[in-house]
């Protein structure tokens, strides 16, 4: 049967359970609980592409005004060590922007 449990992928399963925690934390008296922006917090960001000092991954490559591909590198370079459980897929994603970046260039040259 592998994945499927009476029919139905695992991953059904998984979602139904999802669904049921975020009805659970909708039963909570919102009015006792601070929003995101009452703390300061940017709700769109995840914690693992902020630094120690709380400074974001997006705004550090907007002040270098970095490229894309520089900048996508620098962002899965700086999460690297903090998203999953080892760094090896982030460094590979931001390797392959880095030579993107690179063909980019290269492309340049030849066009010269």
């Known amino acids: 049967m592998g994945n499927k449990i009476k029919g139905k992928s695992k991953h059904y399963y998984e979602f139904d359970r999802n669904l049921d925690n975020a009805k659970q934390k909708n039963k909570l008296n919102p009015k006792m609980l601070l929003s995101k922006e009452e703390l300061g917090i940017d709700a769109r960001v995840p914690e693992y592409y902020k630094g120690l000092n709380g400074y974001e991954a ?55």
Do not use: M, W
């Open 58 to 112: 997006r705004k550090v490559c907007d002040n270098f005004n970095l490229s894309y591909h520089l900048g996508t590198a620098v962002t899965y370079i700086l999460r690297s060590y903090h998203k999953h459980d080892t760094p090896i897929e982030c460094l590979n994603k931001a390797i392959a922007h880095l030579q993107f970046e690179i063909e980019k260039y290269e492309e340049l040259e030849k066009s010269r």
